[in-house]
C-alpha cells in the first residue's frame, strides 16, 4: 500500500468536517477522482441531528447558510477528495462490471470518539461508471432510503445510516418526471464483495493484496496478527454476514436485490431500493418487481447469502495460498461453516422472541411449528410475536386450533423448565420483539405526503415512530395495523 493508510488526518473545520481520504491511497485502479455535478437549487428537505452530533459534524451549520450548497455537492467541504469508487458484482447471477455510476464518496470522517465514517453522496451526478445513466435520482427513493436505514438502526440491524437528503431544484426523467434530490449517506465502508470480484479480475495479484490489507486494517485489525491474515479476513466476513441475515430474517425484513455489490464486507446493509417488511409470514415473498423469479425472496436470503460469499471467496483464493489447489480448500472450508453460524444466529434470535433464555433440543421444532400455523392462516408475522409477549391469544387467527392449543402448552412447559421466572421471559421478548416496523404501506403513506402534496409532517411522524421500535407504547399501536385488503399485491422498485 501507499504507505500509512489510517492515520493521516487535517483536523476539523468550522463546519466539523474532520475528513481524511484513507481510500485514495489506495491503486488508482480502484476509484476515479470525480467531482459532484453542480445542481441548479438546492433545499434541505430533512436533516438527522443524532446522527449529526455522532459525527461530530456541526448540524446548525449544515442546516443553515450554505448547508444545503455543501449537501447538493456544489460547495466541496474542505478536506474533502471527492471520488468514485470501482466495483463489479454478479447482479441476479449474472458478472458485469460495475462501480459508483451516481454516488460520491467524500472521504472519511473522524468522528469525535475516532471512528472511520464514509460520507457519500447519492444522486449526485455522472462518473466514468455511469453507463449512460443520468447519475441523479428521485425525492422518493432518497427519501424511502433515509426511513428505511434509519429503521433498521433503530431496530438494531448493522446498516448504513442516512444524514441528509437535499431536493436540486432540477428534474429526473424516469417512467415520469420527478423531483431531484441527494441523499447523504454514512457506512463503515462502502467496500463490497463486488470490489473483490472487481480486483481479481481487473487488478494484479498485488493490487488485490493491497486492497485486501487496506480492509483487515480498516475492518478487521485482529487478522493483521494472524498467521493467515486473508483466512481470518474471510472467516469474519462470513460471520459477519451470518448474523445480518439472521437479524433480516428475525426481523422479516426482505433486501429484495442482495446482487454481491450489495453485500459489504463491513456485515452492514445497504441499497434501500426495492426493500420492504413482510406482513403476513410466508417464505416466498417477494416484493421487487424486477425479482420476477423469486432469486431474492425472504425464504432464500440465507441460501443466497452463502451463495455470495462464496464469490468473495473465490476472490481471496490468490492470498489464501500458494498452492492453489490448497487454497481452494481453505476456501471451501471456510464457506461450509457459513449455514451453521447462520443457524446458530437465527435460532438464537428466535430464542429470545419466544422468552427463551437456554437452548434445547427440541427447540428447532417449536419455532418451525409455529412459523408453519404462521404460514398456513396468513398469519402477521410482527403481530404474531407481539401477541405472544403480551399473552393476547385472541389476537392470533390461528388461536382456536387443536394444534395451536397444543404448540402453546408445549412453549409454556418450555418456559417453565428454563431457571428465569416468566416475568424475565416477558421481557426478554419486549426487548426482542419490536411493536414496530416500517409498514410498507405507512411508508408510501408518508412518501407520497411528502412527494405529491410537499408535506413532510407524515414522514417526520413516522420517523419519530420508528426510532424507539422497541418501546411498546400507546402512541404506536396505529403503526402496528397490517394494510387493508388489496387486490393488487405490494410491489417496490429499485428507483434508478
Known sequence: ???????????????????????????????????????????LIVFNNPLAEELGVNAQELQEGDGAEVLAGNKIPEGAS?????????????????????????????????????????????????????????????????IMSEAMHALGIPTTRSLAVVTTGDPVYRET???????????????????????????????LRELADYTIER??????????????????????????????????????????????????????????FMNTYDPKTVFSSIDVQGRYAYGNQPYIGGWNLARFAEALVPLLDKDDEKAVEM????????????????????????????????????????????????????????????????????????????????????????????EEARKLMHKSNPAVIPRNHRVEEALDAAVSKNDFNVMERLLEVLSTPYEHTEDKKAYTEPPPPSDRPYQTFCGT
Open 82 to 146: 471527492p471520488l468514485a469508487q470501482a466495483y463489479a458484482g454478479h447482479q441476479f447471477g449474472h458478472f458485469t462490471m460495475l462501480g459508483d455510476g451516481r454516488a460520491h464518496l467524500l472521504g472519511e470522517q473522524i468522528t469525535p470518539e475516532g471512528e472511520r465514517i464514509d460520507i457519500q453522496f447519492k444522486g449526485s451526478g455522472r462518473t466514468p461508471y455511469s453507463r449512460g445513466g443520468d447519475g441523479r435520482a428521485g425525492l422518493g427513493p432518497m427519501l424511502r432510503e433515509y
Open 177 to 207: 418526471e420527478q423531483q431531484g434530490a441527494i441523499l447523504t449517506r454514512t457506512a463503515s465502508s462502502h467496500l463490497r464483495v463486488g470490489t473483490f470480484e472487481y480486483a481479481v479480475r481487473y487488478c494484479s495479484e498485488g493490487e
Open 331 to 422: 476456501a471451501q472450508d471456510a464457506i461450509s461453516a457459513f449455514g451453521d453460524l447462520y443457524r446458530d444466529y437465527y435460532f438464537s434470535g428466535m430464542r429470545k422472541k419466544l422468552g427463551l433464555f437456554n437452548e434445547e433440543e427440541e427447540d428447532k421444532q417449536l419455532i418451525d411449528s409455529l412459523l408453519g400455523m404462521m404460514q398456513k392462516h396468513d398469519a402477521d408475522y410482527t403481530n404474531s410475536f407481539l401477541a405472544l409477549t403480551y399473552d393476547n391469544t385472541e389476537d392470533l387467527v390461528f388461536s382456536e386450533t387443536d394444534k395451536y392449543n397444543d404448540w402453546h402448552k408445549k412453549w409454556q412447559e418450555r418456559l417453565e423448565r428454563q431457571e428465569q421466572s416468566i
Open 1 to 43: 500500500m501507499k504507505g500509512d493508510t489510517m492515520t493521516r488526518n487535517t483536523g476539523a473545520t468550522e463546519k466539523g468536517w474532520n475528513f481524511d481520504n484513507s481510500y485514495t491511497r489506495l491503486p488508482e485502479k480502484f476509484y476515479s477522482s470525480v467531482t459532484p455535478a453542480p445542481v441548479s437549487a438546492p433545499a
Open 219 to 276: 475492518h478487521y485489525p485482529e487478522a493483521g496478527g494472524e498467521k493467515n491474515p486473508y483466512l481470518t479476513l474471510l472467516k469474519s466476513v462470513i460471520n459477519r454476514q451470518a448474523e445480518l441475515i439472521a437479524k433480516w430474517q428475525l426481523a422479516g425484513f426482505i433486501h429484495g436485490v442482495m446482487n454481491t455489490d450489495n453485500t459489504t464486507i463491513s456485515g452492514e446493509t445497504i441499497d434501500y431500493g426495492p426493500c420492504a
